[in-house]
T-cell receptor, first 113, second 111 residues
Framework: GAGVSQSPSNKVTEKGKDVELRCDPI?????LYWYRQSLGQGLEFLIY????????KSGLPSDRFSAERTGGSVSTLTIQRTQQEDSAVYLC???????????FGEGSWLTVV | QKEVEQDPGPLSVPEGAIVSLNCTYS??????FMWYRQYSRKGPELLMY????GNKEDGRFTAQVDKSSKYISLFIRDSQPSDSATYLC???????????FGQGTELSVKP
């Protein structure tokens, strides 16, 4: 695929359930990022991966949020015990390296009811 | 004070108008100044960036940076309905890495 691929594109879940969001970065991109965009808010940084390591996870809002990356490629963002305030668009992005231009996917739209 | 401030709009202009979008930032160490464009229900895409102070032109778009006042601008000439989108500024240490975005300005260009 040419771009960053995210799934699911839309997810409606009940409060208290766990959700997993998947990101498949551009082939060869070593850096991967997760951002969150809430209604009326800008993009909020969550976590950054270089390879399989996460040197910066300072934006994760609580311990209900976790992310992993395997094989230097696909990443999964997991939200446990979802709350209504978790409703947002979760955007994944990748870049060739930390100093290079970032390319975003189209996002996973999460609604917690 | 937020690290990056941007008027969220919405901003509505007639087709052909000159549009001015602005951001202020607080970190004087920022060297790269990115503008991303985000269409409705799509991910942001890099529109253009400048390095340090000065102007950069790309077609109908001009990015301007004044580091002394920590003020960045994006000008759109001869605006088109296809320019209707949210424009996000992102000043940074690098082109990549952890980016701090402004809130985004929603622009609507009416035919």
């Amino acid at each position: 695929g040419a771009g960053v691929s995210q799934s699911p594109s839309n997810k409606v879940t009940e409060k208290g359930k766990d959700v997993e969001l998947r990101c498949d970065p551009i082939s060869g991109h070593t850096a991967l990022y997760w951002y969150r965009q809430s209604l009326g808010q800008g993009l909020e940084f969550l976590i950054y991966f270089q390879g399989n390591s996460a040197p910066d996870k300072s934006g994760l809002p609580s311990d209900r949020f976790s992310a992993e990356r395997t094989g230097g490629s696909v990443s999964t963002l997991t939200i446990q015990r979802t709350q209504q305030e978790d409703s947002a668009v979760y955007l994944c992005a990748s870049s060739l390296g930390q100093l290079n231009t970032i390319y975003f996917g189209e996002g996973s739209w999460l609604t917690v009811v | 004070q937020k690290e990056v401030e941007q008027d969220p709009g919405p901003l509505s202009v007639p087709e052909g108008a000159i549009v001015s979008l602005n951001c202020t930032y607080s970190n004087s160490a920022f060297q790269y100044f990115m503008w991303y464009r985000q269409y409705s229900r799509k991910g942001p895409e890099l529109l253009m960036y400048t390095y340090s102070s000065g102007n950069k032109e790309d077609g109908r778009f001009t990015a301007q940076v004044d580091k002394s006042s920590k003020y960045i601008s994006l000008f759109i000439r001869d605006s088109q309905p296809s320019d209707s989108a949210t424009y996000l500024c992102a000043p940074s240490y690098n082109q990549g890495g952890k980016l701090i975005f402004g809130q985004g300005t929603e622009l609507s260009v009416k035919p």
